[in-house]
T-cell receptor, first 115, second 115 residues
Framework: DSGVTQTPKHLITATGQRVTLRCSPRSGDLSVYWYQQSLDQGLQFLIQYYNGEERAKGNILERFSAQQFPDLHSELNLSSLELGDSALYFC??????????????FGPGTRLTVL | GDSVTQMEGPVTLSEEAFLTINCTYTATGYPSLFWYVQYPGEGLQLLLKATKADDKGSNKGFEATYRKETTSFHLEKGSVQVSDSAVYFCALSDRYSNSGYALNFGKGTSLLVTP
């Protein structure tokens, strides 16, 4: 168990809808990252937050947004969903631990299915 | 930009065989290098890490050495078990401006170990 929690585990929705994925980082970690894993694109970095501030942006679509709250949990909002958004979405956190501040620990993921 | 290339799988080995999964990287600086493992239906688990040239990361019998001269970080294990069957990802820590960073992953190598 990495200490990173994600909810929900599974999400099934329809095209055009909006969903919110939630992540709680490991205790003491200030950085949260979001990744998308799909069969055709592999693991793609979406966005990083550090203590509430956006720090790095990867291949995140304009229809997607994220934020990190004062209690350090983060939410990833996906809107106007398309079939191609079906994927596993992982959250990771970093900051504490003996392996350095750039070592990321991953949650179990949220599997999103868009029908 | 920085990138990681892994050998394509699937790799099928008999129990107790020697494992090598090749990984090479392209980077302008000196990123940290990682191996993560994903068991079926689960999230990514950190396997090992190395931060500088000639560093060797090791965990659970797996080893990888950061080779700057060949820009490689090959994963090895002397004797694999059926329980090692999983997908293995090589990754590097990609630095962004504004002190952000993210993991840049290879496509993953599927390993199947048969009794």
């Amino acid at each position: 168990d990495s200490g990173v929690t994600q909810t929900p585990k599974h999400l099934i929705t329809a095209t055009g809808q909006r969903v919110t994925l939630r992540c709680s980082p490991r205790s003491g970690d200030l950085s949260v990252y979001w990744y998308q894993q799909s069969l055709d694109q592999g693991l793609q970095f979406l966005i990083q937050y550090y203590n509430g501030e956006e720090r790095a942006k990867g291949n995140i679509l304009e229809r997607f947004s994220a934020q990190q709250f004062p209690d350090l949990h983060s939410e990833l909002n996906l809107s106007s969903l398309e079939l191609g958004d079906s994927a596993l979405y992982f959250c990771a956190s970093s900051g504490t631990g003996t392996l350095g501040t750039d070592t990321q620990y991953f949650g179990p993921g949220t599997r999103l299915t868009v029908l | 930009g920085d990138s990681v290339t892994q050998m394509e799988g699937p790799v099928t080995l008999s129990e107790e065989a020697f494992l090598t999964i090749n990984c090479t990287y392209t980077a302008t600086g000196y990123p940290s290098l990682f191996w993560y493992v994903q068991y079926p239906g689960e999230g990514l688990q950190l396997l090992l890490k190395a931060t500088k040239a000639d560093d060797k990361g090791s965990n659970k019998g797996f080893e990888a050495t950061y080779r700057k001269e060949t820009t490689s970080f090959h994963l090895e294990k002397g004797s694999v078990q059926v329980s090692d069957s999983a997908v293995y990802f090589c990754a590097l820590s990609d630095r962004y401006s504004n002190s952000g960073y993210a993991l840049n992953f290879g496509k993953g190598t599927s390993l199947l170990v048969t009794p």
